[in-house]
């Protein structure tokens, strides 16, 4: 690495140290300078302020606005659009369930809207919507962005609730089991797609995919 990229790198664990030791109130320029050993003149430098730092981490550190590697635009798959979907959803429950600073700034999302927690939710649903805009629309049998929106917005939901609730309707929200319970009912719901998005990969789909606009009258 080299000097500048080691202090990146510096500061980068600075902000993750100060979110998980404080929380979000606590973050500022200010104080992570302190904690990392550097003038805030060189955070501005290498990330031009708070809001380049935090998108920095989150590209690092979150699914979807960082390494989510589950399908490229452009990429074909072999596999049908119903196990990317599980894929997905297990990424989730693994990164928010091992990172407390990520569910911090989700939570920090949620409750409180301004434009650094704006940026994050826009670069979210931009990712989100070119991962998921390949399956929709491949089949009519089914609302596929309400279905996946539902069964993400639990995952996310339960891992956040785990902070300050152990259980909810009795299923542990803190244990591997618990999790195994209701990853288990997502696959239930999973199985609920049409057979088609189970069986047959997402290329073959896509290669019969019709296009917006046309009619299937003569």
């Given at each position: 690495?080299s000097?500048r ?34 003038s ?28 989510s590697g589950?399908?490229?635009d452009n990429?074909?798959?072999q596999?049908?659009p119903?196990?990317l979907?599980m ?13 407390d ?6 939570l920090?999302?949620l409750?409180?809207?301004n434009d650094?927690?704006?940026q994050l939710?826009?670069?979210r649903?931009?990712?989100a919507?070119s ?12 609302d596929i962005?309400?279905?996946?929106s ?6 996310l ?14 299923v542990?929200?803190?244990?591997d ?5 209701l ?7 999973g ?7 189970q069986?047959?990969p ?14 299937t009258k003569?």
């Amino acid at each position: 690495m080299s000097r500048r990229e080691q202090t990146e790198r510096l500061i980068l664990d600075a902000l993750e140290l100060q979110i998980r030791e404080n929380g979000m109130a606590a973050v500022g320029i200010n104080a992570i300078a302190k904690r990392a050993g550097v003038s805030k003149e060189l955070i501005y430098r290498y990330f031009g302020g708070m809001s380049g730092l935090m998108l920095a981490w989150m590209q690092e550190q979150d699914f979807w606005t960082g390494r989510s590697g589950l399908l490229k635009d452009n990429e074909s798959s072999q596999r049908p659009p119903s196990e990317l979907v599980m894929s997905m959803l297990k990424a989730q429950i693994e990164a928010l369930g091992s990172n407390d600073t990520l569910r911090e700034i989700r939570l920090w999302e949620l409750v409180e809207r301004n434009d650094l927690t704006a940026q994050l939710a826009d670069r979210r649903e931009r990712a989100a919507r070119s991962f998921i805009d390949r399956i929709d629309g491949l089949t009519e049998e089914a609302d596929i962005p309400a279905i996946v929106s539902i069964m993400l917005a639990g995952v996310l939901y339960m891992k956040l609730r785990a902070k300050t609730e152990s259980h909810f309707l009795g299923v542990p929200l803190r244990t591997d089991e618990g999790w195994a319970r209701l990853y288990g009912a997502l696959e239930h719901i999973g199985h609920g797609f049409p057979q088609a998005l189970q069986n047959v990969p997402l290329a073959d789909l896509e290669k019969q995919r019709k296009p917006k606009g046309s009619s299937t009258k003569a």
